[in-house]
C-alpha cells in the first residue's frame, strides 16, 4: 500500500512539474556553457588553472564526486571575481563546508535567495550547483559590461544573375490564381477577337488568299512521340503545390472537420470506457458497503468492550492522579521529617562528642592556673601598696611629731604688743 501511495505521489509530481522538468538541467548547463565562453573561460581560467575543458552536460551528470567539487568550486570562486568582489580560489585539501559557505554568502550579498541547504551543493553538481554557476555567470557578465546584440538576418538576393532560380515547380495559391484570372482574360479577349464584324467579312478574301483558313490552322502535324518528350519536359513544371495559409479559412474548416471526427470517434471509444468504468466502480462500491455492513455487525460487539474498557481505563487514571497527588504530598512531609531527623542527629552528635571530650576541661585547668598566678601577682602588689601606704602614714606621723615638739614663742616676747 505504500508503495503504490508513493507511485502516486511520483506522478502528481510528475503532474504538477511536468515530464521534461528533469532535463531543466541540462539546458541550463548548455546555457552557462555558452555564458562562460563569453567570458572567455578557456583562456583565463582552463588555461590559467590547468584545468580541462567542461563539455555541454558535465554539471548536470554525477561522474567523478571529488574533481567536479573542486573544478565547481574554483569555478565559483573564478565567477565572483569576474563579478568584482574578491574570494581566493580554494585548494584541493580545504574544508568543504566553509568553502561552500563562502560562495553562498556572496551569493546572498548579491542579491540571489538561495532556499536550498548547504550540504546540496557538496555533490559538486546537479541543478542546485548549476544554478549557482549560472547566477555568478549572469553577474560576471554584467559587470563586464556585456551587452546582447540584436541579430543580424541576411538578406535575401531575389533579382540578379546571382539571386536564386527560384523554383517554378511549387506555387502559391495567390499565384494560381492570378494565373487562373490572365487565363481567363486571355480567354475572353480571344473570344472577342473570334466575334465576326461587318469589317471582318471583308478580310476573308484576303485570308482565302494569303493566308491558311482556321481550319488549317486547327490541324496538328505534332507526332505522338514528340508529344511525349514535351510532356516529359515540362512535367515538373506542372506540379502545383499549394501551401497551407494559417489565415486562409479553407483550411481552418477542414481541420474542424478533421477534429470534429477525431473527437466523435475518440468520444464513442471514451463513452465505452467510461461505461465500463461506471459499472466497475459501481459494483466496486456496492461490495464496499456490504463488507462495511458485515464488519460493523461483527465488530459491534468488540467495539462496545472497547468503550467500556476505555471507561475503565479513564476511571483508573483519576484513580492513578488522586494516588499521585497524595504520594506527592506523604513524599513533602517525608522529606521534612527526613530533615528535623537530620537535625536532631547532628545535635546529639554535638552533645556526646562534647560530653566524652576531655579538651574543654584541660582549658578550666589552664583557665584556673592562670587565675591563680594572676591572683598571686595582685596579692604582690597589693602587699607593696601596702608597704608603701605604710611608709607614708608613718612620714606623717614623724612629722606630726616633730611638729608638735617644735619650740613655742610667745607673741609678747616678739614685742608685738
Same mark, same amino acid.
Given at each position: 500500500m505504500s508503495g503504490r501511495r508513493g507511485l502516486v505521489e511520483d506522478e502528481a509530481e510528475e503532474v504538477?512539474?511536468?515530464?521534461g522538468l528533469a532535463y531543466m538541467p541540462f539546458v541550463v548547463m548548455d546555457d552557462l556553457l555558452d555564458k562562460l565562453k563569453l567570458l572567455n573561460y578557456?583562456?583565463?581560467?582552463?588555461?590559467?588553472?590547468?584545468?580541462?575543458? @567542461?563539455?555541454?552536460?558535465?554539471? %548536470?551528470?554525477?561522474?567523478?564526486?571529488?574533481?567536479?567539487?573542486? @573544478?565547481?568550486?574554483?569555478?565559483? %570562486?573564478?565567477?565572483?571575481?569576474?563579478a568584482g568582489r574578491q574570494m581566493e580560489p580554494p585548494q584541493e585539501y580545504d574544508d568543504p563546508n566553509s568553502t561552500v559557505s563562502s560562495i553562498l554568502d556572496h551569493l546572498r550579498q548579491l542579491g540571489v535567495t538561495v532556499d536550498f541547504p548547504p550540504s546540496k551543493l557538496k555533490a559538486g553538481c546537479g541543478e542546485h550547483a548549476i544554478f549557482v554557476l549560472d547566477r555568478l555567470a549572469d553577474f560576471a557578465l554584467k559587470n563586464s559590461n556585456f551587452v546582447w546584440k540584436k541579430p543580424t538576418y541576411p538578406v535575401e538576393d531575389t533579382g540578379g544573375d546571382g539571386g536564386e532560380v527560384e523554383d517554378e515547380s511549387e506555387l502559391t495559391l495567390d499565384k494560381v490564381e492570378e494565373e487562373m484570372m490572365a487565363e481567363y482574360e486571355e480567354q475572353e479577349e480571344e473570344e472577342e477577337e473570334n466575334?465576326?464584324?461587318?469589317?471582318?467579312?471583308?478580310?476573308?478574301?484576303k485570308q482565302k488568299e494569303g493566308e491558311a483558313w482556321p481550319e488549317e490552322i486547327l490541324h496538328s502535324t505534332t507526332t505522338q512521340e514528340e508529344w511525349k518528350l514535351e510532356l516529359e519536359r515540362v512535367l515538373p513544371q506542372l506540379k502545383v503545390t499549394i501551401r497551407s495559409d494559417t489565415r486562409d479559412w479553407r483550411s481552418h474548416i477542414e481541420q474542424m472537420h478533421?477534429?470534429?471526427?477525431?473527437?466523435?470517434?475518440t468520444l464513442t471509444f471514451t463513452d465505452k470506457q467510461l461505461d465500463s468504468l461506471h459499472s466497475e466502480i459501481t459494483r466496486s462500491l456496492e461490495k464496499i458497503g456490504s463488507r462495511e455492513k458485515y464488519l460493523n455487525s461483527q465488530l459491534e460487539p468488540l467495539l462496545l468492550e472497547y468503550r467500556n474498557l476505555q471507561n475503565v481505563a479513564a476511571e483508573s487514571r483519576e484513580q492513578y492522579r488522586q494516588a499521585s497527588g497524595k504520594l506527592v504530598e506523604k513524599s513533602h512531609e517525608l522529606a521534612q521529617i527526613s530533615d528535623e531527623l537530620d537535625r536532631v542527629k547532628h545535635e546529639m552528635e554535638e552533645?556526646?562528642?562534647?560530653?566524652?571530650d576531655g579538651?574543654?576541661?584541660?582549658?578550666?585547668?589552664?583557665?584556673?592556673?592562670?587565675v591563680r598566678q594572676e591572683i598571686t601577682a595582685m596579692d604582690v602588689r597589693i602587699g607593696v601598696v601596702e608597704q608603701k601606704l605604710l611608709q607614708a602614714k608613718l612620714k606623717d606621723k614623724s612629722n606630726l611629731q616633730r611638729d608638735m615638739n617644735a619650740p613655742v614663742y610667745n607673741n609678747m616676747d616678739m614685742g608685738l604688743f
Amino acid at each position: 500500500m505504500s508503495g503504490r501511495r508513493g507511485l502516486v505521489e511520483d506522478e502528481a509530481e510528475e503532474v504538477d512539474g511536468g515530464p521534461g522538468l528533469a532535463y531543466m538541467p541540462f539546458v541550463v548547463m548548455d546555457d552557462l556553457l555558452d555564458k562562460l565562453k563569453l567570458l572567455n573561460y578557456d583562456k583565463e581560467f582552463i588555461i590559467e588553472h590547468k584545468m580541462k575543458p @567542461l563539455n555541454r552536460h558535465y554539471f %548536470a551528470i554525477p561522474t567523478n564526486p571529488g574533481e567536479q567539487f573542486y @573544478l565547481f568550486t574554483s569555478l565559483a %570562486a573564478w565567477l565572483i571575481c569576474k563579478a568584482g568582489r574578491q574570494m581566493e580560489p580554494p585548494q584541493e585539501y580545504d574544508d568543504p563546508n566553509s568553502t561552500v559557505s563562502s560562495i553562498l554568502d556572496h551569493l546572498r550579498q548579491l542579491g540571489v535567495t538561495v532556499d536550498f541547504p548547504p550540504s546540496k551543493l557538496k555533490a559538486g553538481c546537479g541543478e542546485h550547483a548549476i544554478f549557482v554557476l549560472d547566477r555568478l555567470a549572469d553577474f560576471a557578465l554584467k559587470n563586464s559590461n556585456f551587452v546582447w546584440k540584436k541579430p543580424t538576418y541576411p538578406v535575401e538576393d531575389t533579382g540578379g544573375d546571382g539571386g536564386e532560380v527560384e523554383d517554378e515547380s511549387e506555387l502559391t495559391l495567390d499565384k494560381v490564381e492570378e494565373e487562373m484570372m490572365a487565363e481567363y482574360e486571355e480567354q475572353e479577349e480571344e473570344e472577342e477577337e473570334n466575334i465576326l464584324h461587318m469589317n471582318d467579312l471583308k478580310d476573308l478574301n484576303k485570308q482565302k488568299e494569303g493566308e491558311a483558313w482556321p481550319e488549317e490552322i486547327l490541324h496538328s502535324t505534332t507526332t505522338q512521340e514528340e508529344w511525349k518528350l514535351e510532356l516529359e519536359r515540362v512535367l515538373p513544371q506542372l506540379k502545383v503545390t499549394i501551401r497551407s495559409d494559417t489565415r486562409d479559412w479553407r483550411s481552418h474548416i477542414e481541420q474542424m472537420h478533421e477534429h470534429r471526427e477525431k473527437i466523435n470517434e475518440t468520444l464513442t471509444f471514451t463513452d465505452k470506457q467510461l461505461d465500463s468504468l461506471h459499472s466497475e466502480i459501481t459494483r466496486s462500491l456496492e461490495k464496499i458497503g456490504s463488507r462495511e455492513k458485515y464488519l460493523n455487525s461483527q465488530l459491534e460487539p468488540l467495539l462496545l468492550e472497547y468503550r467500556n474498557l476505555q471507561n475503565v481505563a479513564a476511571e483508573s487514571r483519576e484513580q492513578y492522579r488522586q494516588a499521585s497527588g497524595k504520594l506527592v504530598e506523604k513524599s513533602h512531609e517525608l522529606a521534612q521529617i527526613s530533615d528535623e531527623l537530620d537535625r536532631v542527629k547532628h545535635e546529639m552528635e554535638e552533645r556526646g562528642s562534647s560530653m566524652t571530650d576531655g579538651t574543654p576541661l584541660v582549658n578550666v585547668r589552664k583557665a584556673l592556673t592562670r587565675v591563680r598566678q594572676e591572683i598571686t601577682a595582685m596579692d604582690v602588689r597589693i602587699g607593696v601598696v601596702e608597704q608603701k601606704l605604710l611608709q607614708a602614714k608613718l612620714k606623717d606621723k614623724s612629722n606630726l611629731q616633730r611638729d608638735m615638739n617644735a619650740p613655742v614663742y610667745n607673741n609678747m616676747d616678739m614685742g608685738l604688743f
